[in-house]
């Protein structure tokens, strides 16, 4: 099956992605669980309701922009995404998106008026506390690293975020982010 971009709006299963990589579950809801997919090779983050198998644009125009600020501050369908590959959900319903093109994280908001606002949070150099060095695990490493989201809203990225290295341990990062004033 070829990859494309086809299907929001309708049915999941007549939708196209291309090199969907990251999943995220969101079941604050247990009537309308809903899964967020990282669609990589398009430059989108989608999601599908999986009560109604329908699946919709979330995030990313297609395109990856030319310069920074990709689209923050604004509505996060028209923001411009480069290989998306992790999608993380926090527990007031913001998404947050590892972007390897882009090297950072972004983080959108919950829907307000039918919008959703998205915004840069990590990037290289970015503060990072709790860094952790691992330095006696065998693992494949990916340049741009991963992300998660505990219970109480913490930001947890690994490998390249927050300036990728500590000291000379390029890629062996596992940090909280802690926001400037806040998300």
Known sequence: CAGGYVGDGGSALGAKLNN???????ERD???PILY???AANNRVR???LATGMIDLVAGDGTTGAAPPYGDGADARTAQLSDPAFVAV??????????????RIRRIAPPSGGLRAISTVAMPGASCTGALVLNSLSYAQDSAG?????EDGTLFASGAFCGGTIGTNAGRVVARLEPAGGW
Do not use: K, T
């Open 37 to 39: 997919v990282a669609d």
């Open 146 to 150: 991963s992300i998660a989201v505990d």
């Open 90 to 103: 926090a527990p007031d319903g913001s998404v947050y998106v590892a972007e390897r093109g882009h090297s």
């Open 47 to 49: 999601q599908v309701n």
């Open 20 to 26: 969907p990589i990251g999943l995220a579950l969101d």
């Open 30 to 32: 247990p009537a309308n």
